[in-house]
């Protein structure tokens, strides 16, 4: 009898038990419904991206086999598998109105609430049942669709964290990432001592018989074209501040005389091949690194190709990374090295590896963000990642990337691994570098045994790891977004935004350059941007309009964005086409008219605020060219002879200073060549020399791609200004300039001025 009794009470929990799995199972498929329903909505109203990342939350969160989100995001299953579909291209251009991204945002917020809502009635289901593990995790998904839920907080019991509520770990990641922010943000603002050096001596680069300059900091030295003196002095002041800030990222103490701190960096790609083939005898692989490095160790000194200043800036930061970290492997090395040149300038320049260059081809959209430098977009692009039931690349794989063949996903993954788990632990980072260069060195590049090996010897597992990673960067909790601070794109979309298209495109139509697209992703920091402008209507004029302050509410990124963001506070749609007559004066803003480079763009406006972003957009161009665009273009006709030195700004005032012409009001229209992202080459090798219809030489000098604000200064731009304004008539231009490896071009432009 009481062995009947006992079945009877097992068979009565096991149905309790299944039912309420039935219960769950019918839950998740009622919540990926309503997501894959809201999908849909998106992609067809032309937001495919965002209809994308909700399409992998159906799939992450609710129902990894869902049909529809594989299918429409181009997933065929193969046995029991989903793949991609490699013939599926899926689109990333935004093509919706203004008014439908708004009323998609509203609806968005609705289906968080409903979505939160149904976790919250499953949560007190659970809790009721006394299964308190089940109902957390209810409790948690309520937070991560509705941040500001009470029950859920009070239910988890959570602390509170700057305002917010959050767990022990959350704490951690939130105060780790304060301290770094702090660091960085007061490490700005402070200059080091960096001076020439009027006796130093490198072997390495007399052999080559190169000539060069020399400058030293503290604990630096620095040489270079005696040209870049001041961006020599620069990057050093930039190394400093990043000992500095390792010192606050790192549990651990690196003395500089345990780093690499000798460095050569010059201007031109041939200086340093010619570096690399006088000190073949210490090198292998010479041809190798011939044709794929950008930098080469060669004995104690760090030796490489900046073409900007932007890339030598990003080497200087670089090189203290490693030397601080210590990372003996090429992921953790190269991902060490992202992460730390992420945090100081949002952007990303160089790589120890060249990149394999499209042979004849067209990169697809995903190559060509791949690409970028912005870091905005590698966070799209890894968010993506984070969202795939497989998560990408996985971290145990990290130590054992080869350098030499180094693929995106598995850059983008290093980067972001390390960026997280430096904000949670560095010293793990650490140990699974030196478990991965002890497994590589004896052989054994296994992925599963270093795992194994690394949880037999961590209270945290590597799978935890993983799914903090996750977490992390899909943003799962209250304090998690608040350490992100991402607007979301579908917040980005600005009433009448596709207008604003239209009119972009009509001016470069009439400039010779393609149509280009519209972003939403790329929108959010114009977005950010304008809010800020709205706030602070005090802050107006060149310098003001591309800046932030944190006094007044804006972001140290926000800052940065601002540099290269077009910018105008008086914009009207209904005076769209002569505001864009009017930017072909001011060489930054014409930038974004008159080449090919500029593939997408963000746009944000506010009532008479308009912000631009057009240069995370930047590629390869769809239509054939020399890589390069002249403006004036050959045989133009009307072109102005003067522009006011006070609309161009302080950068073109500092420059006519230091050339001793301090005084003048006006100089001669402005002639520029647009590289786009292949950078400007080597910028000791131009020259333009301007010849008027009496054969008079227009005297002038010039500016390149290194400026911080955009109305002078734009990526791969080479701008050159007369002295004086331009004669009437028939004036001819003629460039000389190297690009590449080492190659010579000459461009000759006759035009005619007004």
């Known amino acids: 009898m009481k062995r009947t009794v006992r079945f009877a009470l097992v068979a009565v929990l096991f149905a309790a038990f299944a039912a309420a799995q039935d219960d769950e199972s019918e839950f998740n498929l009622k919540q990926a419904q309503k997501l894959n329903a809201f999908a849909k909505k998106a992609f067809d109203k032309g937001f495919p991206r965002q209809a994308k990342l909700i399409w992998l939350q159906v799939l992450k969160l609710y129902d990894p086999d869902n049909v529809d989100a594989h299918k429409a995001i181009g997933h065929v299953k193969v046995g029991q598998s989903w793949g991609p579909d490699p013939k599926f291209v899926y689109p990333t251009a935004d093509t919706g109105t203004g008014s439908e991204g708004t009323a998609l945002f509203k609806g968005y917020e609705t289906l968080q609430k409903e979505l939160a809502a149904g976790h919250r009635a499953q949560a007190e289901k659970w809790a009721a049942a006394g299964r308190t593990d089940k109902s957390n995790q209810h409790w948690k998904m309520v937070l991560r669709w509705v941040s500001d839920d009470k029950k859920a907080q009070a239910a988890l019991e959570y602390r509170e964290i700057g305002g917010l509520s959050g767990t022990a770990l959350e704490q951690t990641l939130y105060e780790n990432s304060k301290k770094l922010e702090k660091a960085i943000t007061e490490q700005q603002k402070l200059d080091y001592p960096v001076q020439k050096s009027t006796d130093a001596k490198c072997a390495v680069l007399d052999k080559a018989q190169v000539p060069y300059i020399t400058v030293t900091s503290e604990n630096f030295t620095l040489h270079g074209d005696e040209a870049e003196e001041p961006n020599l002095i620069e990057a050093l002041r930039w190394a400093e501040r990043t000992l500095k800030v390792c010192a606050v990222a790192f549990p651990w103490e690196t003395k500089p005389d345990q780093m690499l701190r000798e460095w050569a960096f010059f201007t031109s790609k041939e200086t340093y091949q010619q570096i690399l083939k006088a000190n073949a005898d210490k090198l292998k692989d010479l041809a190798w690194l011939l044709e794929n490095s950008s930098t080469s160790q060669i004995g104690g000194v760090e030796v490489g190709a900046t073409g900007s200043v932007q890339v030598l ?442």
């Open 313 to 754: 800036l990003d080497a200087a930061v670089r090189n203290v990374a490693h030397g601080y970290a210590r990372f003996a492997t090429a992921g953790f090395n190269e991902g060490i090295g992202h992460t730390f040149v992420g945090m100081m300038f949002n952007n990303n320049r160089l790589f120890a590896v060249d990149r394999k260059r499209q042979q004849g081809t067209v990169a697809s959209e995903e190559d060509r963000e791949y690409q970028s430098p912005d870091f905005d977009v590698w966070k799209t692009l890894n968010l993506e990642m984070a969202w795939k039931n497989t998560g990408g690349v996985p971290a145990r794989e990290l130590p054992f990337c080869d350098a030499a063949s180094f693929t995106n996903e598995q850059r983008i993954k290093a980067w972001s691994f390390c960026d997280y788990v430096m904000r949670r632990d560095p010293q793990m980072l650490r140990d699974m570098d030196q478990l991965g260069a002890k497994m590589k060195s004896e052989g054994k590049k296994q992925p599963l045994d270093l795992a194994a090996q690394f949880d037999s010897s961590h209270e945290v597992k590597l799978a935890q790891l993983e799914k903090e990673w996750e977490d992390f960067w899909t943003e799962a909790s209250p304090t998690l977004k608040a350490i992100q601070n991402n607007t979301a794109p579908l917040a980005a979309v600005s009433k009448g935004v596709e207008k604003w298209l239209e009119a972009l495109n009509a001016a470069r139509k009439t400039c010779g350059g393609s149509p280009v697209t519209w972003s939403s992703n790329l929108s959010t920091r114009c977005h950010d941007h304008a809010e800020y402008l709205k706030a602070n209507k005090t802050e107006r004029g060149i310098t003001k309009e591309h800046t932030e302050s944190i006094e007044l509410g804006g972001t140290r990124l926000g800052a940065m964005f601002a540099e290269m963001a077009i910018v105008d506070a008086s914009a009207k749609i209904g005076d769209a086409k002569k505001m864009f007559q009017g930017w072909l004066a001011i060489p930054g803003y014409r930038d974004a008219l008159v080449h090919d480079f500029l593939l997408t763009t963000g746009i944000y406006s506010d009532g008479d605020i308009l912000v631009m972003n057009v240069v995370s957009g930047l590629g390869s161009p769809k239509s054939k060219s020399g890589g390069y665009t002249s403006y004036p273009t050959p045989h133009l006709q009307g072109v102005p002879t003067q522009v006011e030195v006070a609309e161009i700004g302080p950068e073109l005032v500092a420059m006519l200073e230091k050339q001793g012409k301090g005084s003048l009001k006006v100089v001669g229209f402005p002639l520029t060549l647009h590289f786009g992202p292949s950078g400007i080459g080597n910028r000791l090798s131009y020259s333009c020399k301007v010849i008027g219809a009496r054969n008079e030489e227009i005297k002038g000098a010039m500016l390149f791609d290194d400026g911080k604000i955009r109305r002078s200064s734009a990526p791969g731009m080479v701008t050159f200004y007369p002295f004086e304004p331009l004669p009437h008539g028939d004036v001819v231009a003629q460039w000389t300039w190297e690009h590449g490896n080492g190659e010579q071009n000459k461009l000759k432009v006759d035009f005619k001025t007004k």
